[in-house]
């Protein structure tokens, strides 16, 4: 099943008032259907075989959604991973990325602004070029109650991926090297590239 960070992923995503898609890379949909469940409109299952590194799946699946916003955990399940997939998908899809996330809004001129959490209580705000990577810190609001109904309701798709080398492979155009940007009330406007209304979680 998806992992708490994950879920609330979706939370901050629902408060963007926008579809939410929820995109896994891996053997079984059903491993995490359960975000259908707590607040995601859509499923997007990548197959895989067991044990394959999903980097090259996630980044290729992404490039053809091209959302602007895309949020994500701080870390997978089982603490296995390094937490480094927020800054691999950033930096191969041409990306911000901001880790820590708490809450996010909308800003002006094609940007998001972003809540970050530093530690013992403080916070500052961020505003971000789009597209962006945001993974979310586990002080984020809890998920949303599981309810039945929506994840009857819930659409599951599914396309077939590819295996690649892992998390530092080459798949996909390179792009230029994350970024955290300070937040200011006049934000300079910055061009969206490859701007779409569905952010899914990953």
């Known amino acids: 099943?998806?992992?708490?960070?994950?879920?609330?992923?979706?939370?901050?995503?629902?408060?963007?008032?926008?579809?939410?898609?929820?995109?896994?890379?891996?053997?079984?949909?059903?491993?995490?259907?359960?975000?259908?469940?707590?607040?995601?409109?859509?499923?997007?299952?990548?197959?895989?075989?067991?044990?394959?590194?999903?980097?090259?799946?996630?980044?290729?699946?992404?490039?053809?959604?091209?959302?602007?916003?895309?949020?994500?955990?701080?870390?997978?399940?089982?603490?296995?991973?390094?937490?480094?997939?927020?800054?691999?998908?950033?930096?191969?899809?041409?990306?911000?990325?901001?880790?820590?996330?708490?809450?996010?809004?909308?800003g002006p001129d094609g940007t998001l602004v972003v809540e970050q959490a530093l530690g013992r209580g403080v916070r500052r705000r961020l505003t971000l070029r789009l597209p962006a990577v945001v993974a979310v810190s586990p002080a984020a609001p809890p998920p949303s109650a599981y309810a039945h109904g929506a994840r009857r309701r819930g659409v599951i798709d599914t396309i077939e991926g590819v295996a690649g080398d892992g998390i530092t492979g080459t798949a996909g155009a390179p792009g230029p090297s994350p970024e955290e940007r300070p937040y200011r009330k006049r934000p300079k406007v910055i061009a969206r590239a490859g701007a779409a209304p569905r952010p899914p979680t990953g």
């Open 1 to 106: 099943m998806p992992v708490r960070g994950e879920l609330q992923a979706i939370g901050l995503a629902r408060g963007l008032d926008e579809t939410v898609t929820a995109l896994h890379a891996g053997p079984r949909a059903e491993a995490v259907a359960e975000a259908l469940g707590h607040g995601a409109d859509r499923l997007v299952h990548v197959t895989l075989p067991e044990g394959a590194d999903p980097a090259d799946a996630l980044v290729s699946a992404l490039a053809d959604m091209r959302p602007d916003v895309i949020l994500t955990g701080m870390r997978g399940d089982g603490g296995e991973d390094a937490g480094l997939l927020p800054y691999v998908l950033a930096r191969r899809l041409g990306a911000s990325v901001v880790t820590g996330a708490v809450a996010i809004a909308r």
